[in-house]
T-cell receptor
Framework: DQQVKQNSPSLSVQEGRISILNCDYT??????FLWYKKYPAEGPTFLIS?????DKNEDGRFTVFLNKSAKHLSLHIVPSQPGDSAVYFC?????????FGEGTQLTVNP | KAGVTQTPRYLIKTRGQQVTLSCSPI?????VSWYQQTPGQGLQFLFE???????NKGNFPGRFSGRQFSNSRSEMNVSTLELGDSALYLC??????????????FGPGTRLTVL
């Protein structure tokens, strides 16, 4: 039972353009959502988060949008840079454990 | 402040053997969580320890176990290894596990290969 799903295993964008990574969840009890970035041979690094009482949170080039009615969140990176190439995981929690999606490999081409 | 450290970084075992992985959290963090990452499966939660007590457990067989010591360091053990246990095992530490906004910080992982 995959409660958090990232349906796109990979995404390729040009440098300077916008990257949009998507995530869907099924558990309506989730009330806090996070995005992590993972480079090869390293552990995931926390990127940005959003509480269920908000619909948008912005931090520099990264913005997370939450649509509770659709149980959907997305991460926007603009402008995308080659150094953003990594696997991005979305995660959700209701106060205890984190539930992760399968990850999306983002490749930003120079 | 030093990050989360995991040892060993790489491990090769054969089926039927057992393995112990170690995790040292960030100084001052008392919560340690373990995850298994396999291709296409994302990160699957194994268990969480706080103040030497298992606080939460994922859906893994009893061959997977863990413990936490008084200095917050944690170990996980997998007995009777199977080929499907080959994965990256990640440890994460946090300071306030009961807080909804508590952020987990991950170590680099231990890559386990079972032959």
């Amino acid at each position: 039972d995959q409660q958090v799903k990232q349906n796109s295993p990979s995404l390729s964008v040009q440098e300077g353009r916008i990257s949009i990574l998507n995530c869907d969840y099924t558990n309506s009890m989730f009330d806090y959502f996070l995005w992590y970035k993972k480079y090869p041979a390293e552990g995931p690094t926390f990127l940005i988060s959003i509480s269920s009482i908000k619909d948008k949170n912005e931090d520099g080039r990264f913005t997370v949008f939450l649509n509770k009615s659709a149980k959907h969140l997305s991460l926007h990176i603009v402008p995308s840079q080659p150094g953003d190439s990594a696997v991005y995981f979305c995660a959700a929690t209701s106060g205890s454990r984190l539930t992760f999606g399968e990850g999306t490999q983002l490749t930003v081409n120079p | 402040k030093a990050g989360v450290t995991q040892t060993p970084r790489y491990l090769i075992k054969t089926r039927g053997q057992q393995v112990t992985l170690s995790c040292s959290p960030i100084s001052g963090h008392r919560s340690v969580s373990w995850y298994q990452q396999t291709p296409g499966q994302g990160l699957q939660f194994l268990f969480e320890y706080f103040s030497e007590t298992q606080r939460n457990k994922g859906n893994f067989p009893g061959r997977f176990s863990g413990r936490q010591f008084s200095n917050s360091r944690s170990e996980m053990n997998v007995s009777t290894l199977e080929l499907g246990d080959s994965a990256l095992y990640l440890c994460a530490s946090s300071s306030s596990p009961g807080l909804i906004t508590d952020t987990q910080y991950f170590g680099p992982g231990t890559r386990l290969t079972v032959l």
